[in-house]
């Protein structure tokens, strides 16, 4: 039988009970470039919620337009407010 490992990946970090386990985890599966743009997705999520222009969003995080644009996507598609919510308290 074979198992996705996306979903094995998914149940591992609901499972984690370590911040740190999941950062090393992370740190192991993404290259550095693949982490900052997984910031850099977050920060444009919060930037648009905040009424943020998709252009200045591109030039405060010198970020392409389409980056900023799929993350607007991402964001019509996908309710972040829970991501958000914790971003904005460890901000």
Known sequence: MSTNPYHSLLQHLANCPDSADIEALFRALLTEKEQQE?????RIFDLLARGVTQREISE????GIATVSRGAKAM????VSALLATH???A
Do not use: K
């Open 38 to 42: 997984i910031a850099n997705r977050i």
């Open 60 to 63: 405060q995080l010198g970020v």
């Open 76 to 79: 019509q598609a996908h309710d």
């Open 88 to 90: 904005r308290e460890n």
